[in-house]
């Protein structure tokens, strides 16, 4: 089965760039599905940054878009967020999923999710 | 904010039945997902479609939809169940995913 795992730093300071990774194992980041980054700030709900598709199709949450890459690396089956200029709104358990896309869309499985804070 | 609107808290008595709602125009079109999140896990899949459970998932749990409204209902809610729960779709323009904000889930 599939599964996905975050890693990166769980500290990034003010204006600077946040970025993960997310591995992806049990199957191949080629399939036909997207896959997502969301997060969800300390006590809050989760809100969805965007997504991927091997293809490198990206859609991305419109209040995010200017800060907000996401790229895939199928040799590394695997796909990445970057989120640039953070400030401590940012601050947040960053999930990757994957999704899965017919008439309708849901996210299946989850990684476990990883705690970026921004702070100086 | 949310294009995808949920009560903050409902509560159930054990064993009863209770049904946690979730409002947008979008589900006109889409079907919603919903998501049952315990305190410090990452949220898990447990209704998607019209009305499926992945493996694993007590058939307790039932989705269904009408008009802008879609429903999670729990038959015979448990301690167990206790939870936030989130439903998700697409929004009005199909290209970008949205979560509700929630609804924690009380079992007394």
């Known amino acids: 089965q599939v599964q996905l795992q975050e890693s990166g730093p769980g500290l990034v300071k003010p204006s600077g760039t946040l970025s993960l990774t997310c591995a992806v194992s049990?199957?191949?980041?080629?399939?036909?599905?997207?896959w997502s980054w969301v997060r969800q700030p300390p006590g809050k709900g989760l809100e969805w940054i965007g997504e991927?598709?091997?293809?490198?199709?990206?859609n991305y949450n419109p209040s995010l878009k200017s800060r907000v890459t996401i790229s895939v690396d199928k040799s590394k089956n695997q796909f990445s967020l970057k989120l640039s200029s953070v400030t401590a709104a940012d601050t947040a358990v960053y999930y990757c999923?994957?999704?899965?896309?017919?008439?309708?869309?849901?996210?299946?499985?989850w990684g476990q999710g990883t705690l970026v804070t921004v702070s100086s | 904010s949310s294009e995808l609107t949920q009560d903050p808290a409902v509560s159930v008595a054990l064993g009863q039945t209770v049904r946690i709602t979730c409002q947008g125009d979008s589900l006109r079109s889409y079907y919603a997902s919903w998501y049952q999140q315990k305190p410090g896990q990452a949220p898990v899949l447990v209704i998607y479609?019209?009305?499926n459970r992945p493996s694993g998932i007590p058939d307790r749990f039932s989705g269904s939809s009408s008009g802008n409204t879609a429903s999670l209902t729990i038959t015979g809610a448990q301690a167990e169940d206790e939870a936030d729960y989130y439903c998700n779709s697409r929004d009005s323009s199909g290209n970008h995913a949205v979560f509700g904000g929630g609804t924690q889930l009380t079992v007394l």
């Open positions: 999923a994957r999704e899965i896309a017919a008439a309708s869309n849901w996210f299946d499985p």
């Open positions: 479609g019209k009305n």
């Open positions: 991927i598709y091997h293809s490198g199709s990206t």
């Open positions: 049990g199957g191949s980041i080629s399939s036909s599905n997207w």
